[in-house]
């Protein structure tokens, strides 16, 4: 069994980026996005025309700072490895109770298709989440795909956070 890390948020946040499951890197080194080749930070840094720092805690307050909040959808599941296809017997967080503390969120981007997927299969329709933007944005992850190749594609689609994030 595996199990997510808890949120990274602040009371100003107004994006809550949600993964699926931290990867097997991320657990070891106790991160999120913490595998070296993952798109996230370099994604993150990237909307504003930098590069990440190299300090886990100051990238962290990079994206905080910007209204950014992170978690993810599962709280915990089985899983081999780090694919998301290989996720078993997945227990979703309190996202509901979480959005009830932090109601200044406009945004739930959702980082790939499990993220989205099972936030459909366990919260679709709840009226709490009426008025807020759902956004699906392409993973992350340092798997490339037949649309998100690089790092640039995949900034490019992400910048559809922009208008939420703080300059």
């Known amino acids: 069994m595996v199990h997510s890390f808890p949120p990274v948020i602040r009371a100003d946040a107004r994006v809550l980026v949600l993964g699926s499951m931290p990867g097997t890197a991320s657990l070891e080194k106790h991160q999120y996005y913490g595998h070296p080749r993952n798109?996230?930070?370099?994604?993150?840094?990237?909307?504003?025309?930098?590069?990440?720092?190299?300090?886990?805690e100051k990238r962290l307050a990079f994206a905080q700072?910007?209204?950014?909040?992170?978690?993810?959808?599962?709280g915990s599941c089985e899983r081999e490895g780090s694919l998301d296809a290989n996720i078993r017997n997945a227990k979703?967080?309190?996202?509901?109770?979480?959005?009830?503390?932090?109601?200044?969120i406009e945004c739930?981007?959702?980082?790939?298709?499990?993220?989205?997927?099972?936030?459909?299969?366990?919260?679709?329709?709840?009226?709490?989440?009426?008025?807020?933007?759902?956004?699906?944005?392409?993973?992350?992850?340092?798997?490339?795909n037949?649309?998100?190749r690089t790092t640039a594609d995949r900034i490019a689609a992400w910048s559809v956070l922009l208008p939420y994030l703080k300059k």
């Open 65 to 74: 700072e910007r209204g950014v909040a992170l978690w993810d959808v599962i």
């Open 39 to 56: 798109h996230f930070w370099p994604i993150m840094y990237g909307l504003f025309g930098q590069t990440p720092d190299a300090d886990y």
């Open 92 to 104: 979703p967080n309190d996202l509901t109770g979480l959005y009830a503390r932090y109601p200044g």
């Open 146 to 148: 037949n649309r998100m």
């Open 108 to 144: 739930l981007a959702f980082n790939g298709n499990k993220a989205f997927d099972t936030f459909k299969k366990h919260f679709e329709g709840h009226p709490i989440w009426n008025g807020l933007q759902l956004l699906k944005l392409p993973s992350s992850s340092p798997i490339p």
